[in-house]
């Protein structure tokens, strides 16, 4: 039976929609098991992809990995979101203050996406790279924006993608998580240590735009040693201030 080309254009869909922060790389045959394709069909689909800078096809492991045309529509969506060229002055300055990087990030499904990252003078490795994302519960920069959802999104992400561990010190309980969420809506800030990455933590806070609405988060991420000691109140004090003051500035 011939393939209609709203069923070509799923099917593409399905593929690239499966890579994640623990799938960046997929066999062909992991495809075919996952989306019930036909090999056939699915090399065919993979061959498009590839030339079109979709995927790119490692020659040593033969897995399909994200392209460069996904690294730069995703520039193209951040610069298209309006509110990140009002708030990225006040990232700007918190960075120059603290020098330290300053993360910028939005809900997208069940993920939180860095949408701007503003260098310190240092780097310091962590997995959340401009564009890409984290699970919503671990990392003061995913929490800040799981904290200000309602309970049917928190319960219905549970059901779909579970709290799966990225390091020790993940949270991985449901009560335990409810409780940082309450936690971090009563006190207006998250605080994280070596949730996502070992050896980082970081603070964020959540923006709001002119209805009130948590629309992202910005977070100071540096040395763990660094978030919880003896500056941790200041971190917390300057993240605070930018937060509101772009929240301010959205209206």
């Not at 039976?1 to 062909?28: C, G, H, P, W």
């Not at 310091?124 to 904290?147: D, Q, Y």
């Not at 309980?173 to 969420?181: A, F, H, N, P, Y």
Request: net charge negative; glycine share 6%; with cysteine.
């Amino acid at each position: 039976m011939r393939e209609t080309k709203a069923i070509q254009a799923k099917r593409v869909l399905d593929i690239v929609s499966q890579y994640n922060f623990k799938r960046q790389t997929l066999s062909a045959k992991e495809f075919s098991d996952v989306l019930d394709i036909p090999l056939s069909s699915l090399y065919r689909y993979l061959s498009i992809l590839v030339v079109r800078g979709f995927l790119i096809k490692e020659p040593d492991s033969q897995k399909y990995r994200l392209g460069y045309q996904f690294l730069k529509l995703g520039r193209i969506a951040g610069s298209s979101l309006g509110f990140v060229d009002i708030i990225r002055p006040h990232m700007e300055r918190l960075s120059s203050d603290l020098s330290e990087t300053i993360l910028l990030t939005v809900i997208s499904g069940w993920e939180s996406v860095c949408v701007e990252r503003i260098e310190a003078g240092k780097r310091i490795r962590m997995t959340l790279e401009l564009g890409t994302s984290l699970p919503l519960h671990a990392g003061a920069s995913s929490k800040i924006l799981l904290a200000y959802q309602d309970d049917y999104f928190l319960e219905k992400m549970i059901n779909e993608v579970g709290i799966p561990k990225l390091t020790d010190h993940t949270i991985t309980d449901v009560d335990d998580l409810k409780q940082e969420l309450s936690k971090i809506r009563e006190q207006g800030f998250a605080v994280s240590d070596q949730e996502a990455d070992l050896g980082v933590g970081a603070i964020s806070a959540p923006i709001f735009d002119h209805q009130d609405t948590v629309i992202a988060g910005i977070a100071v991420v540096a040395h763990w040693e660094k978030i919880i000691g003896k500056d941790k109140e200041h971190l917390i004090a300057m993240v605070l201030d930018a937060a509101n003051k772009a929240s301010s500035d959205l209206g």
